[in-house]
Every structure is written in C-alpha cells, then in structure tokens.
C-alpha cells in the first residue's frame, strides 16, 4: 500500500511539478489549492503526510496547522514559505507542524524530510492501533457470556465506568473481578492513562505501604533513592487494589486519607503530595461484616463501596460454561499449535456438572489442560482431571477397595487410558490390572 502524501498549494505549475517528484519517491500524491478543498480531501483520505504552503487563498497555514492536528493527529504536518521568518516558524511548531522550510533554498531537503516525517506518523499509527487492541481487549465487549446474571452485572459495570466513582467489586476467587477492573478503566474517560494494579494480600505491611505511597532515600534500611509509589504512577489514570480486605489497618487509615482528601505522604517524607486517582477495590470477603466485627475500617468501606458489583460465580451463570470453554478450546489449541477443534456433549455435560471452586480461571486452566493433553481433534471426559469423577467424591476414605479403585482411574487418567504404562506405574502385572478393572466392573 502506497502512503498517502496531502500537498496543498494554490501555485498550480508548482505543485505539479513537486507532486510528481514526490511521486517518483514512492508515494500516492493528493493534491489540494486551498484550506477548503484540503479538509475535503482529509475526510476522504487516510494521509500520512501534508506538505502545505504558508500562504493560502483561503487561511494562512501557519494557523491552519492547528486545526488540521485538532481534527487529523496522525498525519504530520511540513509548512512551506516563500519568505520565511523566526516569529512564523516558532509559531508553526508550537501548532503541531513537523518541520517549516523554505521553498526554493530547501528544495533538496523536502524528501528526506517526508521520509523522516513518514516514520514518526508510522509509529503514531502503531501506537494508536496498539492501543485500540488493549482497548478492545479490555472492553466489556469481550467479557464473555450470555446469561441474565453477566449481563446484569456488564450493565452496572458500563454505567459507573463513565463515572469517576469509587467501584468495590465483590466476587469468588477466580470470578473475573479484575477483567471487570480493566473494562472499567479501558471504558472510562481516563482509559489513555495508566491502569495500576496491586494484589494487597501479596506483601508484607512495610513493603505494601511502600510500593503504595513510595518512599524517600533513607527512609528505612534498604531506601537508598527516592521511590515512586504507585499512587503516583497512576495520577489520572486507575489504581485497582485487589484483596483490599487483606489491608493492614494501619494502611487502611492511610488510604482513607487518600480517598478523602486525594492526598498522601511517602514513606519517610513530610511534605504532601496531592494526586488524582480513581480507586477500584476487590475482595471476596464480606467486608461489611468485617467492619461490623472490627476487622476493617467501617468508614473505609463505607467510602469503597459507594458503588459495590457482585460478579456472580460460574457456579451461578452455568449457561456460560460452553461459550467459555470453546472461547478457551480455541485460544489454547491456537497457542500450543494442536489441532483440537470441537469438544465432546460428555466433555460439556461434565463440565456443567462440576462446582466450580476457582470460577473461570479453574476451568480455563482445566481447558488448556485438556488441550495440552488431547491427542484427536475433539476433548472427551477421558481428558478431565481424575477428581471429575462423581464417585470420588463421595467415596469412603476408609474403604481400601474404593481408594483402590478411585487410584486405578487416577492412573489411568494420567496413562490417556494406555494399560500396560498404567500397569507398570501401578507397579503390577498387566493381568493383575485387567483382572482389577473387570472386578471393579472398569472394563
């Protein structure tokens, strides 16, 4: 694909000529006389670059600069001038233009200049796209489900998102409480600034309050510089501080403070430091009645859950089972480069079966899993953990039969049902396993 060059000048003569030198570099040339055919040409074409003379029959170029990069950031923008001037050039790049040449005395600069110009505007492109594709990562478009309960949830978590709000999001262990954080965040008017996450369980009270507020050199053995924290890092953008009912008390005072006055002091320092974060919060305690109990700050949760979502559990949106694991079937045959395609109706009706402990990350790393161990195109009940089996569960642990049994399929399980490695691991005969198998009517 040839990249799109916009030269707009009134000379006709000039501009030809300039359009077909630019041409023979490579480029498709669009060419415009005036600020009015120009816009017209913006809308109609994805430019790259604009090379645009100062002086125009309809508007100085030096202004218009500015309002092609208000409307057009991408592509960038080289002023031409017949008689250039210090005050003009200033002026034209404090608008946004790339570079302000003079025509005639720079003539031999005019195609690197677009060459180096065409590498920032590619970059810009980059970035954006790259950008876009977290952003759709991210959004609420691609939370997958169909169940009442999901999408009552999605709704609520769509409305606050164009909020400021403080959100407390309550919800099982593995039930998708921080994809709900990014959606928030990415589908918010702070989603070109930074999301900063946290788990609050997963560090001691000293290096938590640290990594939160930063700290100053010296402040404690080990400080030897000044420390962001990352309520710094994320002025503007979003903090999402997982397993907040993990706070140490003596921390939650502090992020109250915070909450309250949008203020803190590093570790360390005395002065304050004044920031502008939104907080997401997630538990999967009661946090009422911790604070009722006098675990928690009372008036904490009361400030982190002005808006409070409770995602619900797999075990609450069964209905979703099937579109999660082909979603997962697909991403992890894809990754591991195996040619499973379809899961099998037992597969499926065992997995609607199962109390899902761990939620959605229990059953994607059963499904990668499975995929990493399926030799066919499909995924059969051969293929799930040992423990899906009914009867283990509720097997009597002091029946040596039982255990006898439950262990034998475990193994076989383990073998993707090959006998003779079976035998071998259970460190039997081969005729003593089918003998077993037969008695305990596994055949």
Known sequence: MLRKVLLIDDEDKLRTLMARIITLEGFEVIQAADCKIALKKLEQYDVDIILCDVKLPDGNGVTFVKKIKEQYPIPEVILLTAYGNISDGVQAIKNGAFDYIIKGDDNDKIIPLIAKAMEKSLLQRRVLELEAKIAGKFSFRSIIGKSDAIKEVINLAEKVAKTDTTVLLLGETGSGKEVFANAIHYESKRANKKFVAINCSALSKELLESELFGHKAGAFTGALKDKKGLFEEAHLGTLFLDEIGELDIDLQAKLLRVLETGTFIKVGATETIKVDVRIIAATNRNLQKEAEENRFRLDLFYRL?????????????????????????????????????????????????????????????????????????????????????????????FDLQTIEKQHILKVLHHTHQNKTEAARLLNIGLTTLYRKLEEYGLK
């Open 305 to 397: 859950s002005v808006f409070s979502i409770a995602i619900p559990s797999l075990n609450q949106r069964k209905e979703d089972i099937e579109l999660l694991a082909d979603f997962y079937l697909k991403e992890f045959a894809a990754k591991i480069n195996q040619g499973v395609k379809k899961i099998s109706p037992d597969f499926l009706k065992e997995l609607k079966a199962h109390q899902w402990k761990g939620n959605v990350r229990e059953l994607k790393n059963m499904i990668e899993r499975a995929v990493i161990l399926a030799s066919a195109d499909e995924l059969d009940s051969s293929l799930l953990p040992w423990e899906f089996n009914k009867s283990y569960s509720n097997l009597n642990a």
